[in-house]
């Protein structure tokens, strides 16, 4: 694994299903992201984790839950997905959370809610 | 509520000329500055940080900034058809250790040969 990697690469789910993103980064960074990226609103942050053990609501938490078990690995989980979560999902990691903390993004995994 | 705001774009620039983008932000007490290129189905990928008043440049990019005016923007050089992409404008509120990025929407460069 070279970065971060995200799983699947896009996935179709109907309405109330339980959905898990899965999110792993090999760089050792302390601090990962979960974004959602829709047209004309941008990249939106979903939760976040300074570290692991902790997370964090970030502007668009609702319908979402995250967990931060180890470094490496930063699953979403939709509990009972709805249309309106229908967007790209990006995880993104930096090596501290604070100061200059640059961000490197994963693939994304592009989700369809019917 | 932070903002960061960019013009949508498109912005159309001939090959070989010079692309200025610009971005704004209303927090004053921001740190840290970043540029993300996006082509189009893919993920952002960093290309440029700044963190102190003036230019830094790479290669073919230059940010500028001036945290006085709140404005932060990149100039790419000797443009390329490669170029082309979104170009995402963020910045890091550096008022503690639970900062976070908050990204503009984006303008959309095409670059014309």
């Known amino acids: 694994i070279a970065g971060i990697t995200q799983a699947p690469t896009s996935q179709i789910l109907a309405a109330g299903r339980r959905m898990t993103l899965r999110c792993t980064q090999d760089m050792r960074h302390n601090a990962m992201y979960w974004y959602r990226q829709d047209l004309g609103l941008g990249l939106r942050l979903i939760h976040y984790s300074n570290t692991a053990g902790t997370t964090g609501k970030g502007e668009v938490p609702d319908g979402y839950s995250v967990s931060r078990a180890n470094t490496d690995d930063f699953p979403l989980t939709l509990a009972s997905a709805v249309p309106s979560q229908t967007s790209v999902y990006f995880c993104a990691s930096s090596l501290t959370s604070g100061d200059y903390n640059e961000q490197f993004f994963g693939p994304g995994t592009r989700l369809t809610v019917l | ?113």
């Open chain 2, 1 to 113: 509520q932070k903002e960061v705001e960019q013009n949508s774009g498109p912005l159309s620039v001939p090959e070989g000329a010079i692309a200025s983008l610009n971005c704004t932000y209303s927090d004053r007490v921001s740190q840290s500055f970043f540029w993300y290129r996006q082509y189009s189905g893919k993920s952002p990928e960093l290309i440029m940080s700044i963190y102190s008043n003036g230019d830094k440049e790479d290669g073919r990019f230059t940010a500028q900034l001036n945290k006085a005016s709140q404005y932060v923007s990149l100039l790419i050089r000797d443009s390329q058809p490669s170029d082309s992409a979104t170009y995402l404008c963020a910045v890091a509120p550096g008022y503690s250790s639970a900062s976070k990025i908050i990204f503009g929407s984006g303008t959309r460069l095409s670059i014309r040969p």
